[in-house]
């Protein structure tokens, strides 16, 4: 159960933990073993500003903070100001989970999860008291505003994975007597058999019920047959790297190239770093 947790005047409601979570603007897959985490990511940003929003090729969403902690975010990843007398601040979901993590250098992955969430929640209350409508209209499922994902080790050297939603939720007005309904909630995501998936459609490619989930599976029969000879974990990676690739087709807030990123319980170590400088 997701705990609450108050940002200013509001917290958010109890989310329930899912493997799909559409927010859009990126395709994130987490492979969460009891052992390891694979983050695989596309590289096509969404910027935003008071009149709309740009969309940046070649964007990193992973984020190493550390050799134990990882981050990777998708969603309104950012926000420029469209003028030097724009009240809003500039801010960006990556640099804000760096300087959560300086602030907590000897804290678990949970308490930088949670700082980055009060961070976040505080950044689009400032945007919403100045443009309640264009914060509206950024929202998704669930009134969903940005996801972040906190992977790392804890002080007994497990594994852990959590997911901070930045939503709207009007409820909170009645509820909490929430002047700004914008708050945050931090999830603990279990190990699963089968990857979390930030975008439908990459899911939807990946259990291939669909007629055009079961063409792409087409398409990857005929690629797999040429790599049978690697091992079974890189065939995997490169199998969700395809899927991730082949949803830009359907979704143009998603595109190439995919970088990976691996956490153990000892360390985090780049598999493959096409945009992540």
């Not at 050799?67 to 804000?96: L, M």
């Not at 678990?108 to 009060?118: E, P, T, V």
């Not at 990976?260 to 992540?276: A, D, E, F, M, P």
Request: glycine share 6%; hydrophobic share 40%; charged share 25%.
């Amino acid at each position: 159960m997701t705990r609450f947790v108050r940002c200013m005047l509001v917290n958010l409601a109890i989310l329930a933990t899912v493997t799909s979570l559409p927010v859009c603007a990126t395709s994130i897959v987490i492979d969460y073993k009891p052992d390891r985490v694979f983050l695989l990511a596309d590289s096509r940003a969404v910027d935003t500003d008071q009149d709309g929003s740009s969309r940046i090729r070649d964007k990193c969403k992973i984020a190493v903070l550390s050799d134990r902690f990882a981050f990777a975010e998708t969603g309104r990843e950012g926000y420029t100001p469209n003028s030097p007398i724009d009240p809003v601040q500039k801010w960006n979901g990556i640099e804000e989970a760096l300087s959560a993590y300086r602030q907590h250098l000897n804290a678990d992955i949970r308490d930088i999860a949670l700082s980055w969430g009060r961070s976040l929640a505080a950044d689009f209350q400032s945007f919403y008291l100045v443009n309640p409508e264009r914060v509206r209209s950024l929202t998704v499922a669930n009134g969903t505003l940005l996801v972040g994902l906190f992977v790392g080790a804890d002080a007994s050297r497990k594994i852990r994975v959590y997911r901070v939603r930045i939503a709207i939720d009007d409820s909170l007005r009645q509820r909490e007597g929430a002047v700004i309904p914008v708050g945050y909630a931090v999830d603990a995501l279990p190990p699963t058999s089968r990857p979390y998936f930030t975008d439908g459609i990459t899911q939807e490619l990946f259990e291939g019920k669909t007629e055009r989930a079961r063409t792409i599976g087409k398409e990857w029969s005929q690629r797999g047959q040429r790599m049978r000879l690697i091992d079974a974990q890189a065939f995997d990676l490169v199998h969700l790297e395809f899927l991730i690739e082949e949803t830009g087709k359907f979704d143009d807030s998603v595109h190439g190239p995919v970088n990976i990123l691996s956490v153990s319980k000892r360390s985090v170590t780049w598999i493959q770093n096409k945009t992540c400088r």
